[in-house]
């Protein structure tokens, strides 16, 4: 995921989890699950002010969704597979 800090890298997640479906805001900690079913872009990350780590996506759902259409998600989890499973199948050019 390293990629990210050069482009946007496409990312598949558990889009059916209902922590994901109704995230309205803020950066989303906790559990999710790992059914990869849902493309999502990352294009980027950041650091709240009190230090918690985040994914900055762009999802397709409307700006009516997450934070005008964009959501933060918690980076640097234990889980190798990340947060909904984000970095078990990314995808980017590499020329």
Known sequence: ??????????VAVDGGDMTFQFYSGGVMTGSCGTDLDHGIAAIGYGKTSDGTSYWLMKNSWGT????????RMEKDIADKKGMCGLAMEPSYPTK
């Open 1 to 10: 995921m390293k990629a990210v800090a050069n482009q946007p890298v496409s």
């Open 64 to 71: 009516t969704w997450g934070e005008d259409g964009y959501l």
